[in-house]
């Protein structure tokens, strides 16, 4: 028998900065950023494109027909968005002004808390303008549409998803220095920072902040895309694990009516925030995370906690002292709260506070590692949360979590801006060791799965150094992302800093 040998790669370099071009959408090739994979194509084979309610259709329409590829303006349907309160649009792209990366497969979209560390690598590419271009889509989204959303697409437009917006604003400026882009950018913050803190993203009885979704039943998305093989939706197959299993971490009957075999209106709020929190799903907050609702997070208090440091950076740099000053103090308070009330002394690690019932979960989870990334953690919390390196450590990197409940955010699968978070929390308190093992776990996992299959995907299956079917657990629908979903998000980023760990986050 002949031997069979693998078909020649290119470098994963050459890969990276490949796709990078693969996937960006420009007004060029709006046409093909229209389609909507999660979406059957319209009768007409038009895909809608809404614009702001207030922008102005005809030179938009003109602008895209002069950029566009010859003849296919007319395979799109230019509208308008229907002013606050009107008639809800029915699916659609929504209209940005600028280029922007795509993550690839059937998300077609500009997300909010990929794009961060897209940003990152493109920077680190020396693909800045590219970058710019992203967060001043986001800043557009922020004055058109009333915030970052979770994606560019209409049934995207009641959320928004994890807060990196300041962080992508200092990578960009320090690329390229510009404090009049910088000055302009404060507004939006302003009204990002004040959308996470108040009512309901604030519960006043922590003073922390959680995700909440302001739309009602159920997602568009799910019900049009997210089928098995047997046709069965996720919602389906919610039903299926309700109808037979007994729940103990939550209180089910505020969630699914047992007798009439229906969900209730809560838990089409719990399932809308949990793709909020990007983490969508795990049994993190009970199962198919739908009590997330009531708690406080860890993730995004840390973020809130860092966009609030970033902020006085970015008022020092513009030369607004007393400003920066009042930032550093309330990110001094939101530290504290932090401590206090999500820290758990018997563990070791940070857990997300149940502020309905006043107590922390009991869910190891890898976003323990955010305030060590944040800076909140003191050097004994910090030593505490290393210690318990062995509770997520894999052969392939660090596991999402210890339980396997066929969801794509627990164990056995690892992402690489998590592991990069973790890896670069454990630098900051000076674990370099432990670092420089997990970046090369996880890097040559990436590496020798790229080798054998000639692809990157989003998540990997830490425990067996592979990829993975997620087919195969009848609860696992949200696993078919990342069998088709392209992923060089910041893995340029994360080679660099891998090769050079003595670098400490400052």
């Known amino acids: 028998m002949w031997a069979q040998t693998a078909p020649a790669r290119v470098s994963i370099e050459t890969y990276i900065a490949d796709t990078w071009n693969t996937l960006t959408r420009s007004h060029r090739d709006l046409a093909r950023a229209a ?15 809404y614009v702001p309610a207030a922008a102005g259709l005809d030179e938009i329409g003109k602008e895209l027909r002069q950029a566009m590829e010859p003849g296919t303006f007319d395979k799109i349907g230019l509208l308008r968005l229907p002013v606050a309160g009107g008639t809800k649009p029915e699916q659609g792209l929504l209209y940005l002004p600028f280029p922007y990366v795509v993550p690839g ?28 271009d992203m967060v001043d889509n986001f800043l557009y989204e922020i004055r058109n549409y009333g915030k970052i959303l979770n994606a560019n697409r209409t049934y995207y437009m ?27 950018a404060v507004p939006a913050v302003l009204d990002t920072h004040r959308f996470w803190t108040s009512e309901p993203h604030l519960t006043e009885a922590s003073g922390l902040s959680r995700y909440w979704d ?32 007994d729940v103990s971490d939550y209180d089910l009957t505020q969630y699914f009516d047992r007798a009439h075999d229906q969900f209730k209106p809560l838990f089409y709020k719990g399932d809308r925030s ?92 890898l976003t323990t590692f955010y305030p060590l990334w944040a800076g909140i953690a003191t050097p004994a919390q910090a030593a505490r949360v290393k210690a318990n390196l062995g509770l997520f450590e894999k052969p392939g990197g660090l596991q999402t979590s210890r339980f396997v409940s066929g969801n794509q955010w627990d164990a056995p699968f690892g992402w690489a801006p998590l ?49 993975f079917d997620g087919w195969r657990h009848p609860l696992r629908l949200s696993l078919e992302r990342s069998r088709v979903r392209l992923d060089q998000r910041c893995l340029h980023e994360a080679f660099r800093r891998a090769s050079r760990p003595q670098i400490n986050r400052t």
């Open 214 to 245: 302001f739309g009602e039943g159920p997602a568009p998305e799910v019900l049009s895309a997210e089928k098995d093989a047997q046709g069965r939706n996720h919602y389906d197959l919610v039903k299926d694990y309700y109808r037979s299993h």
């Open 35 to 49: 389609v909507d994979p999660k979406f059957p194509a319209p009768a007409d084979g038009r895909w809608p494109v």
């Open 158 to 184: 009641t959320r928004s998803q994890p807060p990196f917006l300041t962080g992508m604003l200092l990578a960009v400026f320090q690329a390229t220095g510009d404090k009049e882009w910088l000055r302009q």
């Open 274 to 365: 949990m793709r909020e929190s990007g983490f969508d799903p795990s049994n993190r907050f009970g199962p198919f995370n739908i009590d997330i609702i009531h708690y406080n997070p860890v993730c995004l208090n840390s973020l809130l906690y860092l966009m609030e440091e970033q902020t006085a950076r970015i008022l020092q740099t513009l030369g607004q002292a007393a400003e920066a000053k009042a930032w550093h103090e309330r990110s001094a308070q939101r530290a504290a709260r932090i401590n206090r009330l999500l820290w758990d002394e018997a563990s070791g690690l940070y857990a997300d506070y149940n502020f309905q019932l006043k107590k922390r979960g009991a869910y190891p989870f």
């Open 105 to 132: 497969g059937r998300f077609n979209e500009m997300y909010g808390w990929d794009s961060y560390f897209i940003v990152l690598g493109l920077v680190h590419d020396g693909k800045t303008q590219l970058a710019r």
């Open 419 to 467: 592991e990069m978070i973790a890896v670069e929390g454990l630098r900051r308190y000076g674990f370099n060791e432990d670092a420089d093992r997990i970046s090369r776990e996880f890097l040559t996992l990436v590496r020798d799965s790229y080798q054998r299959d000639g692809v990157i995907v989003e998540k990997y299956n830490v425990v067996i150094r592979g990829t």
